[in-house]
């Protein structure tokens, strides 16, 4: 088990180290955002993995409400952990791009705005954990909570897409016309993220099931 | 049609609590007041600047004071342990939520009714010509915040620090709420007022996507 675990640890290490010589040695300068935008290496990629550690969460959520196994509350609630981490570096590196890129360090931008209540809702997904003693209630009330979240999700984003775009917009991404091998360091460094994301939820689960070892060993000994 | 007469029945209880002591609702439409006159300390409130910023004031009022609203909804039933009873008592659990986010509903819509005068008065905007379309907004508004605030207090209630825990749960989840809201306000109060169809559209998709969910995890919630 340990063995394993340490090899898939030894694997995400190699893979995020190659990327990060990829995006800052293979990958071309960008003309007019220059060394900069290299951090869109691990902006960009972070964003769609948090998304997907979301998602996860939320699957999680559903199956736990369902079938009442504890497995999946781990699940949920290492996903969304794992996932506000994500979501965290995508709000801090943004601004360290923005700030050369656009002249500002923070735009009301649709997406920029969106990502920030996505973040602020699992913040507070995980702080409802920490209020409450009883784990099975803790389950199935975060349970329910992590569902109207994820519900929440699409609602938010549209609204916020509607309303900012009716607005003057600071920002236009344009995406078209990437550099093939920009779009290659691109994908590696999603994939890279991605084997991390899993193996930080892998760790946070386990993480997760000794807690409840635990807890059920001091049981047993109040018990004698 | 058992839903509907139990529903009816506990709408009774809720409300003739509320209109015994009416405590509940006095405190809030002075809260909602203070927040107003305190508002205006903070922009020059001329007509074209109340324009601008009124509605989006108006709505944070009403969204703050529906996140304490609402706190005591399910709290009182734990306090006075009349939960089990109720449930009890109705076949379909769901009825309990029904009759509880409509009496929420009400006291806002009502709320919203008395304020809304003083409101005009005191930011000097026109909304006579136009108050049954804003009636409809508040409708689909209040309804889309009773229904989320409701479901989220029976967690709160809980949990620990819950008066702080409902808004924190609250707040984020209302942002389609509070711009389109906002938005169809604003389009109303406008020199040529008009009735935005498409935010009503999000107003509407709110209510019915959590309404569902409340309808298909709801009961999970009231399991002792």
């Known amino acids: 088990m340990i063995a394993k675990t340490g090899v898939y640890t030894f694997l995400v290490c190699v893979l995020m180290s190659v990327t990060a010589y990829a995006s800052f040695y293979v990958a071309p300068t960008e003309s007019t955002m220059g060394l900069v935008q290299r951090i869109f290496y691990l902006h960009a990629p972070s964003?769609?993995?948090?998304?997907?550690?979301?998602?996860?969460?939320?699957?999680?959520?559903?199956?736990?409400?369902?079938?009442?196994?504890?497995?999946?509350?781990?699940?949920?609630?290492?996903?969304?952990?794992?996932?506000?981490?994500?979501?965290?570096?995508?709000?801090?590196?943004?601004?360290?791009?923005a700030h050369p890129a656009w002249g500002v360090w923070w735009a009301w931008d649709a997406r920029l705005t969106s990502t920030l209540v996505l973040w602020l809702l699992y913040v507070a997904y995980l702080i409802l954990r920490t209020m409450m003693e009883d784990a099975d209630r803790r389950a199935l009330v975060s349970a329910f909570f992590g569902v109207f979240t994820f519900l929440d999700v699409p609602l938010v984003y549209g609204s916020i897409w509607w309303w900012r775009t009716q607005h003057p917009q600071p920002v236009v991404f344009t995406s078209a016309g990437l550099d093939p091998t920009m779009r290659k360091?691109?994908?590696?460094?999603?994939?890279?993220?991605?084997?991390?994301?899993a193996l930080l939820v892998r760790q946070r689960y386990e993480l997760e099931s000794s807690r409840e070892e635990l807890r059920t060993l001091e049981q047993e000994l109040e018990a004698n | 049609m058992r839903l509907f007469a139990n529903?009816?029945?506990?709408?009774?209880?809720?409300?003739?609590?509320?209109f015994r002591s009416r405590e509940l609702l006095t405190t809030t439409i002075v809260f909602v007041l203070i927040v107003i006159v305190l508002f205006s300390f903070t922009f020059d409130p001329s007509v074209s600047e109340s324009r601008r910023f009124?509605?989006?004031?108006?709505?944070?009022?009403?969204?703050?004071?529906?996140?304490?609203?609402?706190?005591?909804?399910?709290?009182?039933?734990?306090?006075?342990?009349?939960?089990?009873?109720?449930?009890?008592?109705?076949?379909?659990?769901?009825?309990?939520?029904?009759?509880?986010?409509?009496?929420?509903?009400?006291?806002?819509?009502?709320?919203?009714?008395?304020?809304?005068?003083?409101?005009?008065?005191?930011?000097?905007v026109r909304v006579f010509p136009v108050f049954p379309q804003l009636m409809l907004v508040f409708l689909l508004g209040s309804t889309g915040?009773?229904?989320?605030?409701?479901?989220?207090?029976?967690?709160?209630?809980?949990?620990?620090?819950?008066?702080?825990?409902?808004?924190?749960?609250?707040?984020?989840?209302?942002?389609?709420?509070?711009?389109?809201?906002?938005?169809?306000?604003?389009?109303?109060?406008?020199?040529?007022?008009?009735?935005r169809w498409d935010w009503l559209g999000i107003l509407v998709a709110f209510d019915v996507v959590f309404l569902t969910a409340l309808w298909l995890f709801g009961e999970y919630l009231l399991e002792e």
Not at chain 2, 7 to 18: D, S, V
Not at chain 2, 149 to 175: D, H, K, N, Y
Not at chain 2, 182 to 192: C, H, N, R, W
């Open chain 2, 54 to 124: 009124g509605p989006g004031l108006l709505w944070l009022a009403f969204l703050f004071s529906a996140s304490l609203m609402i706190q005591p909804s399910f709290l009182k039933e734990r306090t006075n342990d009349t939960l089990s009873a109720l449930r009890l008592s109705v076949g379909d659990p769901f009825a309990i939520f029904l009759a509880k986010l409509l009496a929420n509903a009400c006291m806002l819509l009502l709320t919203q009714l008395l304020l809304l005068p003083i409101f005009a008065v005191l930011y000097n």
């Open chain 1, 47 to 97: 964003g769609m993995v948090s998304l997907m550690a979301f998602l996860v969460s939320c699957i999680g959520s559903v199956a736990y409400i369902f079938t009442r196994k504890a497995k999946w509350d781990w699940l949920a609630v290492s996903s969304a952990e794992v996932g506000v981490a994500f979501c965290t570096v995508v709000l801090l590196t943004g601004p360290i791009w």
């Open chain 2, 7 to 18: 529903t009816a029945a506990l709408l009774g209880k809720e409300l003739q609590t509320e």
């Open chain 1, 185 to 197: 360091v691109f994908y590696l460094s999603w994939l890279s993220l991605t084997c991390l994301m």
């Open chain 2, 145 to 195: 915040v009773a229904v989320t605030g409701t479901a989220l207090s029976a967690i709160s209630a809980q949990a620990r620090m819950r008066e702080l825990l409902l808004p924190l749960l609250l707040l984020p989840l209302l942002v389609p709420i509070l711009i389109a809201s906002t938005e169809a306000t604003a389009a109303l109060l406008d020199e040529k007022p008009a009735l």
